[in-house]
């Protein structure tokens, strides 16, 4: 069976399952216009903001970072097993996002507010 029919078997049956592929993940993004200029909102829930990086070259802003799996059972101990998964569809891994938008960034004022699991990038055009 080729890999695509594969893909379109899992994609049709298992919906959830490209999330856990090797490989960074791309984490879903909203580009709205201001009047003053953009707001980028990336979607990165269970992402801490110290994992976050985000870089600015010319109209690029390229976001990277890693979201780690806890553990939500207390009392685990590092010598334990790990748990054995049943069904895993969030995930866990480096992630990798660049928007280009239709402007220069290299005058634009750039701020950052990360809340509720998503990162608000506010660019202001300086004229």
């Known amino acids: 069976m080729s890999?695509?029919?594969i893909r379109l078997m899992h994609a049709l049956f298992l919906p959830g399952a490209d999330a856990c592929q090797a490989g960074p993940?791309?984490?879903n993004t909203d580009v709205y216009r201001t009047r003053n200029g953009?707001?980028?909102k990336f979607e990165?829930?269970?992402?801490?903001?110290?994992?976050i990086d985000l870089q600015v070259l010319g109209s690029r802003l390229t976001l990277?970072?890693?979201r780690?799996?806890?553990?939500?059972?207390s009392g685990q101990k590092n010598s334990e097993l790990s748990p054995v998964h049943h069904r895993m569809e969030i995930a866990y891994s480096q992630f990798e996002r660049t928007v280009e938008l239709?402007?220069?960034?290299k005058k634009?004022?750039?701020?950052?507010?990360?809340?509720?699991?998503?990162l608000l990038v506010r660019i202001v055009s300086q004229s």
Do not use: H, N
Not at 44 to 51: F, I, K, M, N, S
Not at 102 to 105: E, Q, R, S, T, Y
Not at 108 to 118: M, S, V, W
């Open 38 to 40: 953009w707001l980028v």
């Open 68 to 73: 780690r799996d806890c553990v939500l059972e």
């Open 102 to 105: 239709p402007c220069d960034l």
């Open 3 to 5: 890999k695509d029919m």
């Open 108 to 118: 634009a004022e750039i701020t950052t507010d990360y809340r509720d699991g998503l």
């Open 64 to 66: 990277r970072g890693v």
């Open 44 to 51: 990165l829930a269970g992402v801490r903001v110290d994992d």
């Open 25 to 27: 993940w791309r984490p």
